[in-house]
Nanobody, 123 residues
Framework: QVQLVESGGGLVQAGGSLRLPCAASGRTFTSYAMGWFRQAPGKEREFVAAISSSSSITYYEDSVKGRFTISRDNAKKTLYLQMNSLKPEDTAVYYC????????????????WGQGTQVSVSS
């Protein structure tokens, strides 16, 4: 069992940065691939980024490549999403998720989900 709690959301101007942590509880965090998803108002949830259990593999959705960085600290059981050069179209609720393999996340599948944190980017 893995419980996930996101934080760090807020309101930021276009071009600004935010860092989202996702704190995990449970002894099996290090065996899970982790990912970030987002859902904008009136839109379906979409994949943002994924990282393998050992951090050896990362994968990004095209629109965030070069702006967002996913990372994890297994000792602290925490996942991060560093978001730079934010755009108004990045406005969404951001969710972290855990899955046995990172390819699950790329295919919009996860075993555990967080409750989400709101990110709003003003123009």
């Amino acid at each position: 069992q893995v419980q996930l709690v996101e934080s760090g959301g807020g309101l930021v101007q276009a071009g600004g940065s935010l860092r989202l942590p996702c704190a995990a509880s449970g002894r099996t965090f290090t065996s899970y691939a982790m990912g970030w998803f987002r859902q904008a108002p009136g839109k379906e949830r979409e994949f943002v980024a994924a990282i393998s259990s050992s951090s050896s593999i990362t994968y990004y959705e095209d629109s965030v490549k070069g702006r967002f960085t996913i990372s994890r600290d297994n000792a602290k059981k925490t996942l991060y999403l560093q978001m730079n050069s934010l755009k108004p179209e990045d406005t969404a609720v951001y969710y972290c998720a855990a899955a046995p393999l990172y390819v699950w996340l790329i295919n919009m599948r996860a075993e555990y989900w967080g409750q989400g944190t709101q990110v709003s980017v003003s123009s």
